[in-house]
């Protein structure tokens, strides 16, 4: 899922004044009692969760935010377990593989019921993921459904009947899934907010199906089958999810309710969690790191964290065509410097797109720092010694890290290279307005797995992917990522292809791999069963508060 | 011309008005302190290329930021930046901002607010509401259209932050024009035929002064934090680039860890706006017509 706002520090001089007098003036005259020491009573937990969600739309949302409320609010067949991230039984009590791993029959559990007290059966999937098919929903995520059969001709257009697509409920209780070929993570595919079931009669009480922006996902509409439920949604302020007393499992979930706040200033954010105002934060900012580290209390938690921080290059823009160039501007920035002295998050310099140990898989790496090799490359394609190279701007969304990173990598390739290169921010969603439509030259990207597999991090790349956005096309690379590499019967197999198609990658470089993410969260001490796994997501249904401790 | 021939006039030579100014000026010792840093400022940003320490996007990461020392004066930031260098250059920004859109604002304030002040009627009518309805647009939305319509460009950027700061300037001119236009001197002025412009300029505005320059002193540090805010929008100066208003945004947000980041270029801005206070203070009393000369 694309990275939104990881490592937030961005602080409008004006506007961040104004959060701190009102986070002081809200600690100083709520009550004496803070938000955690009054929600660890009440079981209700409080959630730094980075940025306003583009949507709660399961076939719409496509972000990192989006993901946390909508695990909570909805569930998918299978789930993962938090700690292992192998598949444990969600909505499916139980399922059988055939032989061939062609065909998934799913055992429902019995009397499911979505939040409003209808029944939730197998047909239920089977609208669901009728309705992300449909191409004028728009959904991103559609390739998520490709290794099912038929399921990218249908969405395609060359197949019109439904019917036809691998996905069956045999009775109401029994849903029976076909595959084009044997695809080892599917089970994981399903954990995929993007796969999960959605209420059809509250979707069509609201407008079409295929309609993006209906009300059905506002607060009092929303009806979900997950163990929390919508409860309010104040935009820019807070989404709160209480209870879903009927959630098949209600008895083992602890927490009551969950705050989500869309906190976007690291800094902010920061302050909020030393007041005690959050359990919880999206990211920690970069200087305060080794603040934390030497605390003896231990909020501070880094993990590793399986995402890439890369910067896409336009393919479009006429002197970001020449490969040479290309490669030089990836030469040239020296990734352990970067890492060590500008981030200081214990990220790893990445030189290729998967991160390495991706499910035992590791990229071929053709990458590295060579400012003497890149110098050459330039006077091949006619900038000796930077010279004519046309103005270059790299975009950014408004974000400290972002700044940060961009302000150091713009300097390595003005020493290195000689070139002048600008930088822009924009706002969120602009930049990714700016992104997709192809208006810009130099962008940067964070891309985070949505399950463990290589494959998650190179079919972004094909042709048609929409999460490309370089204009970046190669036949062979789409034969191997979306032909050769199902077809594997093993996993080594699969990943000798995925080298392959890696190499290609590398070699073309469309993106520039910089680093390799870790996960940096401020934790309460009141926080139980918060288990760190390599996606970051949280289980919160085992998720539970206790009292101050120390 | 020879000297022995010079004629000595008999006549009392009468005394102008910015040359009483300066007399008065130059007995307030604190406006002059003030004037004088304010001049040392601005020479030490113009002459900045030439005499800054170092280069003000020299990275040195593996230094990263280090308190102040015999090498880096002011210490240096979190890629390992001369701290003093950046605010050499940042100053060369924020002086430049400050000074262009005050007088952007000056300008268009006072000629507007003159106007519609003296004609009176109709036209004051009119020209209020035009100030009123500029008011009533939000002014964020209204600075990053004219950004939009103008483009990315440094000195458009200060043209356009003056354009949304002259409408206060405007209504105090206004109110001042139209309690001076009834008084003597101005009817007389009137009487002996002088054409409205000369009467505006020369008799009105120089009585309005005073409030006039306050608030210019007002306005100077209110655009060198806005140009901050811009910038961080990605509407103003861009990075390697800074200005007082942005090493100030970065340093409050690592002020625990290190301070000197948040102290110098804070110290820079409020220097510059005490002197810039003591200057204007001083200019309001020396420029009063209506205090006379001893």
């Not at chain 1, 559609?142 to 996905?167: Q, S, W």
Request: proline fraction near 5%.
């Amino acid at each position: 899922m694309s990275e939104t706002i990881s490592p937030a520090t961005g602080s409008i001089i004006l506007s961040s004044f104004r959060t701190i007098t009102l986070v002081l003036f809200l600690t100083a005259c709520e009550s004496p009692e803070t938000r955690v020491a009054s929600g660890n009573k009440t079981g209700t937990l409080h959630w730094g969760n980075g940025t306003e969600p583009q949507s709660l739309d399961p076939h719409i949302a496509t972000g990192v935010p989006e993901h946390h409320i909508i695990s909570a609010l909805m569930e998918g067949l299978v789930r993962k377990d938090s700690n292992t991230l192998e598949p444990v039984p969600g909505v499916a009590e139980s399922w059988a593989i055939s032989e061939d791993s062609l065909v998934y029959t799913f055992r429902l559990r019995p009397d499911l019921k979505w939040s409003n007290g209808d029944a939730l059966d197998a047909h239920d999937f089977v609208w669901s993921w009728w309705r992300a098919l449909q191409p004028a929903l728009g959904n991103l995520y559609a390739y998520m459904y490709f290794p099912i059969a038929n399921a990218r001709r249908y969405y395609e257009g060359k197949l019109t009947e439904f019917d036809e697509v691998g996905v069956k409920a045999l009775d109401k209780l029994t849903l029976q899934v076909s595959l084009e070929n044997p695809t080892p993570y599917f089970l994981q595919l399903l954990d995929h907010y993007s796969m999960f079931p959605v209420h059809q009669a509250t979707i069509e009480n609201f407008g079409k199906a295929d309609q993006r922006g209906t009300r059905w996902t506002h607060e009092g509409n929303m009806v979900s089958n997950g163990p929390f439920k919508l409860k309010k949604w104040s935009i820019n302020r807070e989404i709160i999810v209480e209870r879903n007393a009927l959630y098949y499992d209600n008895a083992n979930v602890r927490l009551n309710a969950i705050v989500y706040y869309p906190i976007e200033n690291g800094t902010t954010e920061e302050r909020m969690f030393r007041a005690e105002q959050l359990h919880y934060t999206n990211d920690v900012p970069i200087d305060k790191i080794e603040t934390y580290s030497n605390k003896k209390a231990h909020s501070l938690r880094i993990n590793p964290y399986l995402g890439t921080y890369y910067y896409r290059l336009n393919t479009r823009v006429e002197h970001l065509q020449n490969k040479k160039v290309r490669r030089a501007l990836a030469l040239t920035i020296d990734r352990e410097r970067l890492t060590k002295h500008v981030l200081k998050g214990r990220q790893i310099p990445a030189y290729a797109m998967t991160p390495p140990d991706t499910k035992g898989y590791f990229p071929p790496v053709s990458l590295e720092f060579d400012p003497e090799k890149a110098r050459e490359l330039m006077a091949l394609s006619g900038y000796p010694n930077g010279k004519g190279f046309p103005p270059t701007e790299i975009l950014y969304n408004t974000n400290e890290a972002h700044r940060k990173v961009a302000v150091a990598i713009q300097q390595m390739w003005k020493k290195h290279l000689n070139i002048d290169v600008s930088l822009i921010n924009q706002e969120w969603k602009v930049y990714l307005d700016s992104e997709t439509s192809g208006d810009y030259q130099i962008s940067r990207a964070g891309w985070i797995g949505d399950y463990v597999d290589p494959n998650n991090f190179l079919d972004m790349f094909i042709c048609e992917g929409g999460n490309n956005r370089t204009g970046w096309c190669n036949t062979e690379y789409d034969r191997l990522v979306l032909e050769e590499a199902p077809r594997g019967e093993t996993d080594e197999e699969r990943f000798d292809i995925f080298r392959k198609a890696e190499t290609i990658l590398m070699d073309e470089l469309p993106i520039i791999p910089i680093y390799t993410y870790t996960s940096k969260n401020l934790v309460h001490a009141s926080v139980k069963n918060l288990d760190p796994n390599i996606l970051n997501q949280p289980s919160y249904t085992q998720i539970y508060l206790e009292g101050e401790t120390d | 011309m020879n000297s022995e021939k010079r004629f000595i006039g008999t006549f009392e030579k009468g005394s102008s008005l910015w040359g009483d100014a300066w007399v008065r000026l130059s007995k307030n010792k604190l406006a002059l302190a003030g004037l004088g840093l304010v001049i040392f400022f601005c020479g030490v940003s113009f002459l900045t290329p030439w005499i800054a320490p170092y280069g003000y996007e020299e990275q040195n990461l593996v230094l990263g930021a280090s308190p102040p020392s015999s090498q880096h004066l002011m210490g240096t930031d979190i890629f390992g930046r001369d701290l003093l260098t950046r605010i050499m250059y940042g100053g060369r920004i924020s002086l430049f901002v400050g000074f262009i859109a005050t007088a952007v604002a000056l300008v268009i304030g006072i000629s507007w607010g003159a106007i519609a002040g003296y004609l009176g009627g109709r036209v004051d009518a009119f020209m209020m509401r035009v100030v009123d309805i500029l008011y009533a647009l939000p002014f964020m939305i209204f600075i990053i259209l004219l950004m939009v319509v103008f483009g990315r460009n440094i000195l458009l950027l200060f043209f356009a932050i003056g354009a949304v700061e002259w409408l206060t300037m405007a209504r105090i001119v206004r109110g001042q024009v139209m309690s001076l236009r009834k008084q003597e001197f101005v009817e007389s002025a009137y009487a002996m035929g002088l054409p409205r412009h000369i009467i505006i300029i020369r008799h009105i505005v120089p009585n309005a002064l005073g409030p006039i320059i306050v608030y210019a002193t007002l306005t100077i540090p209110n655009v060198m934090l806005l140009e901050a805010f811009l910038s961080f929008l990605g509407l103003g100066i861009q990075p390697p680039q800074s200005s007082w208003g942005l090493l100030i945004n970065y340093g409050v947000e690592t002020m625990e860890e290190y301070p000197w980041l948040l102290i110098f270029p804070g110290l820079a801005l409020s220097l510059t706006l005490f002197a810039l206070n003591f200057l204007g203070d001083g200019l309001r009393d020396a420029l009063d017509p209506r205090t006379s000369i001893d």
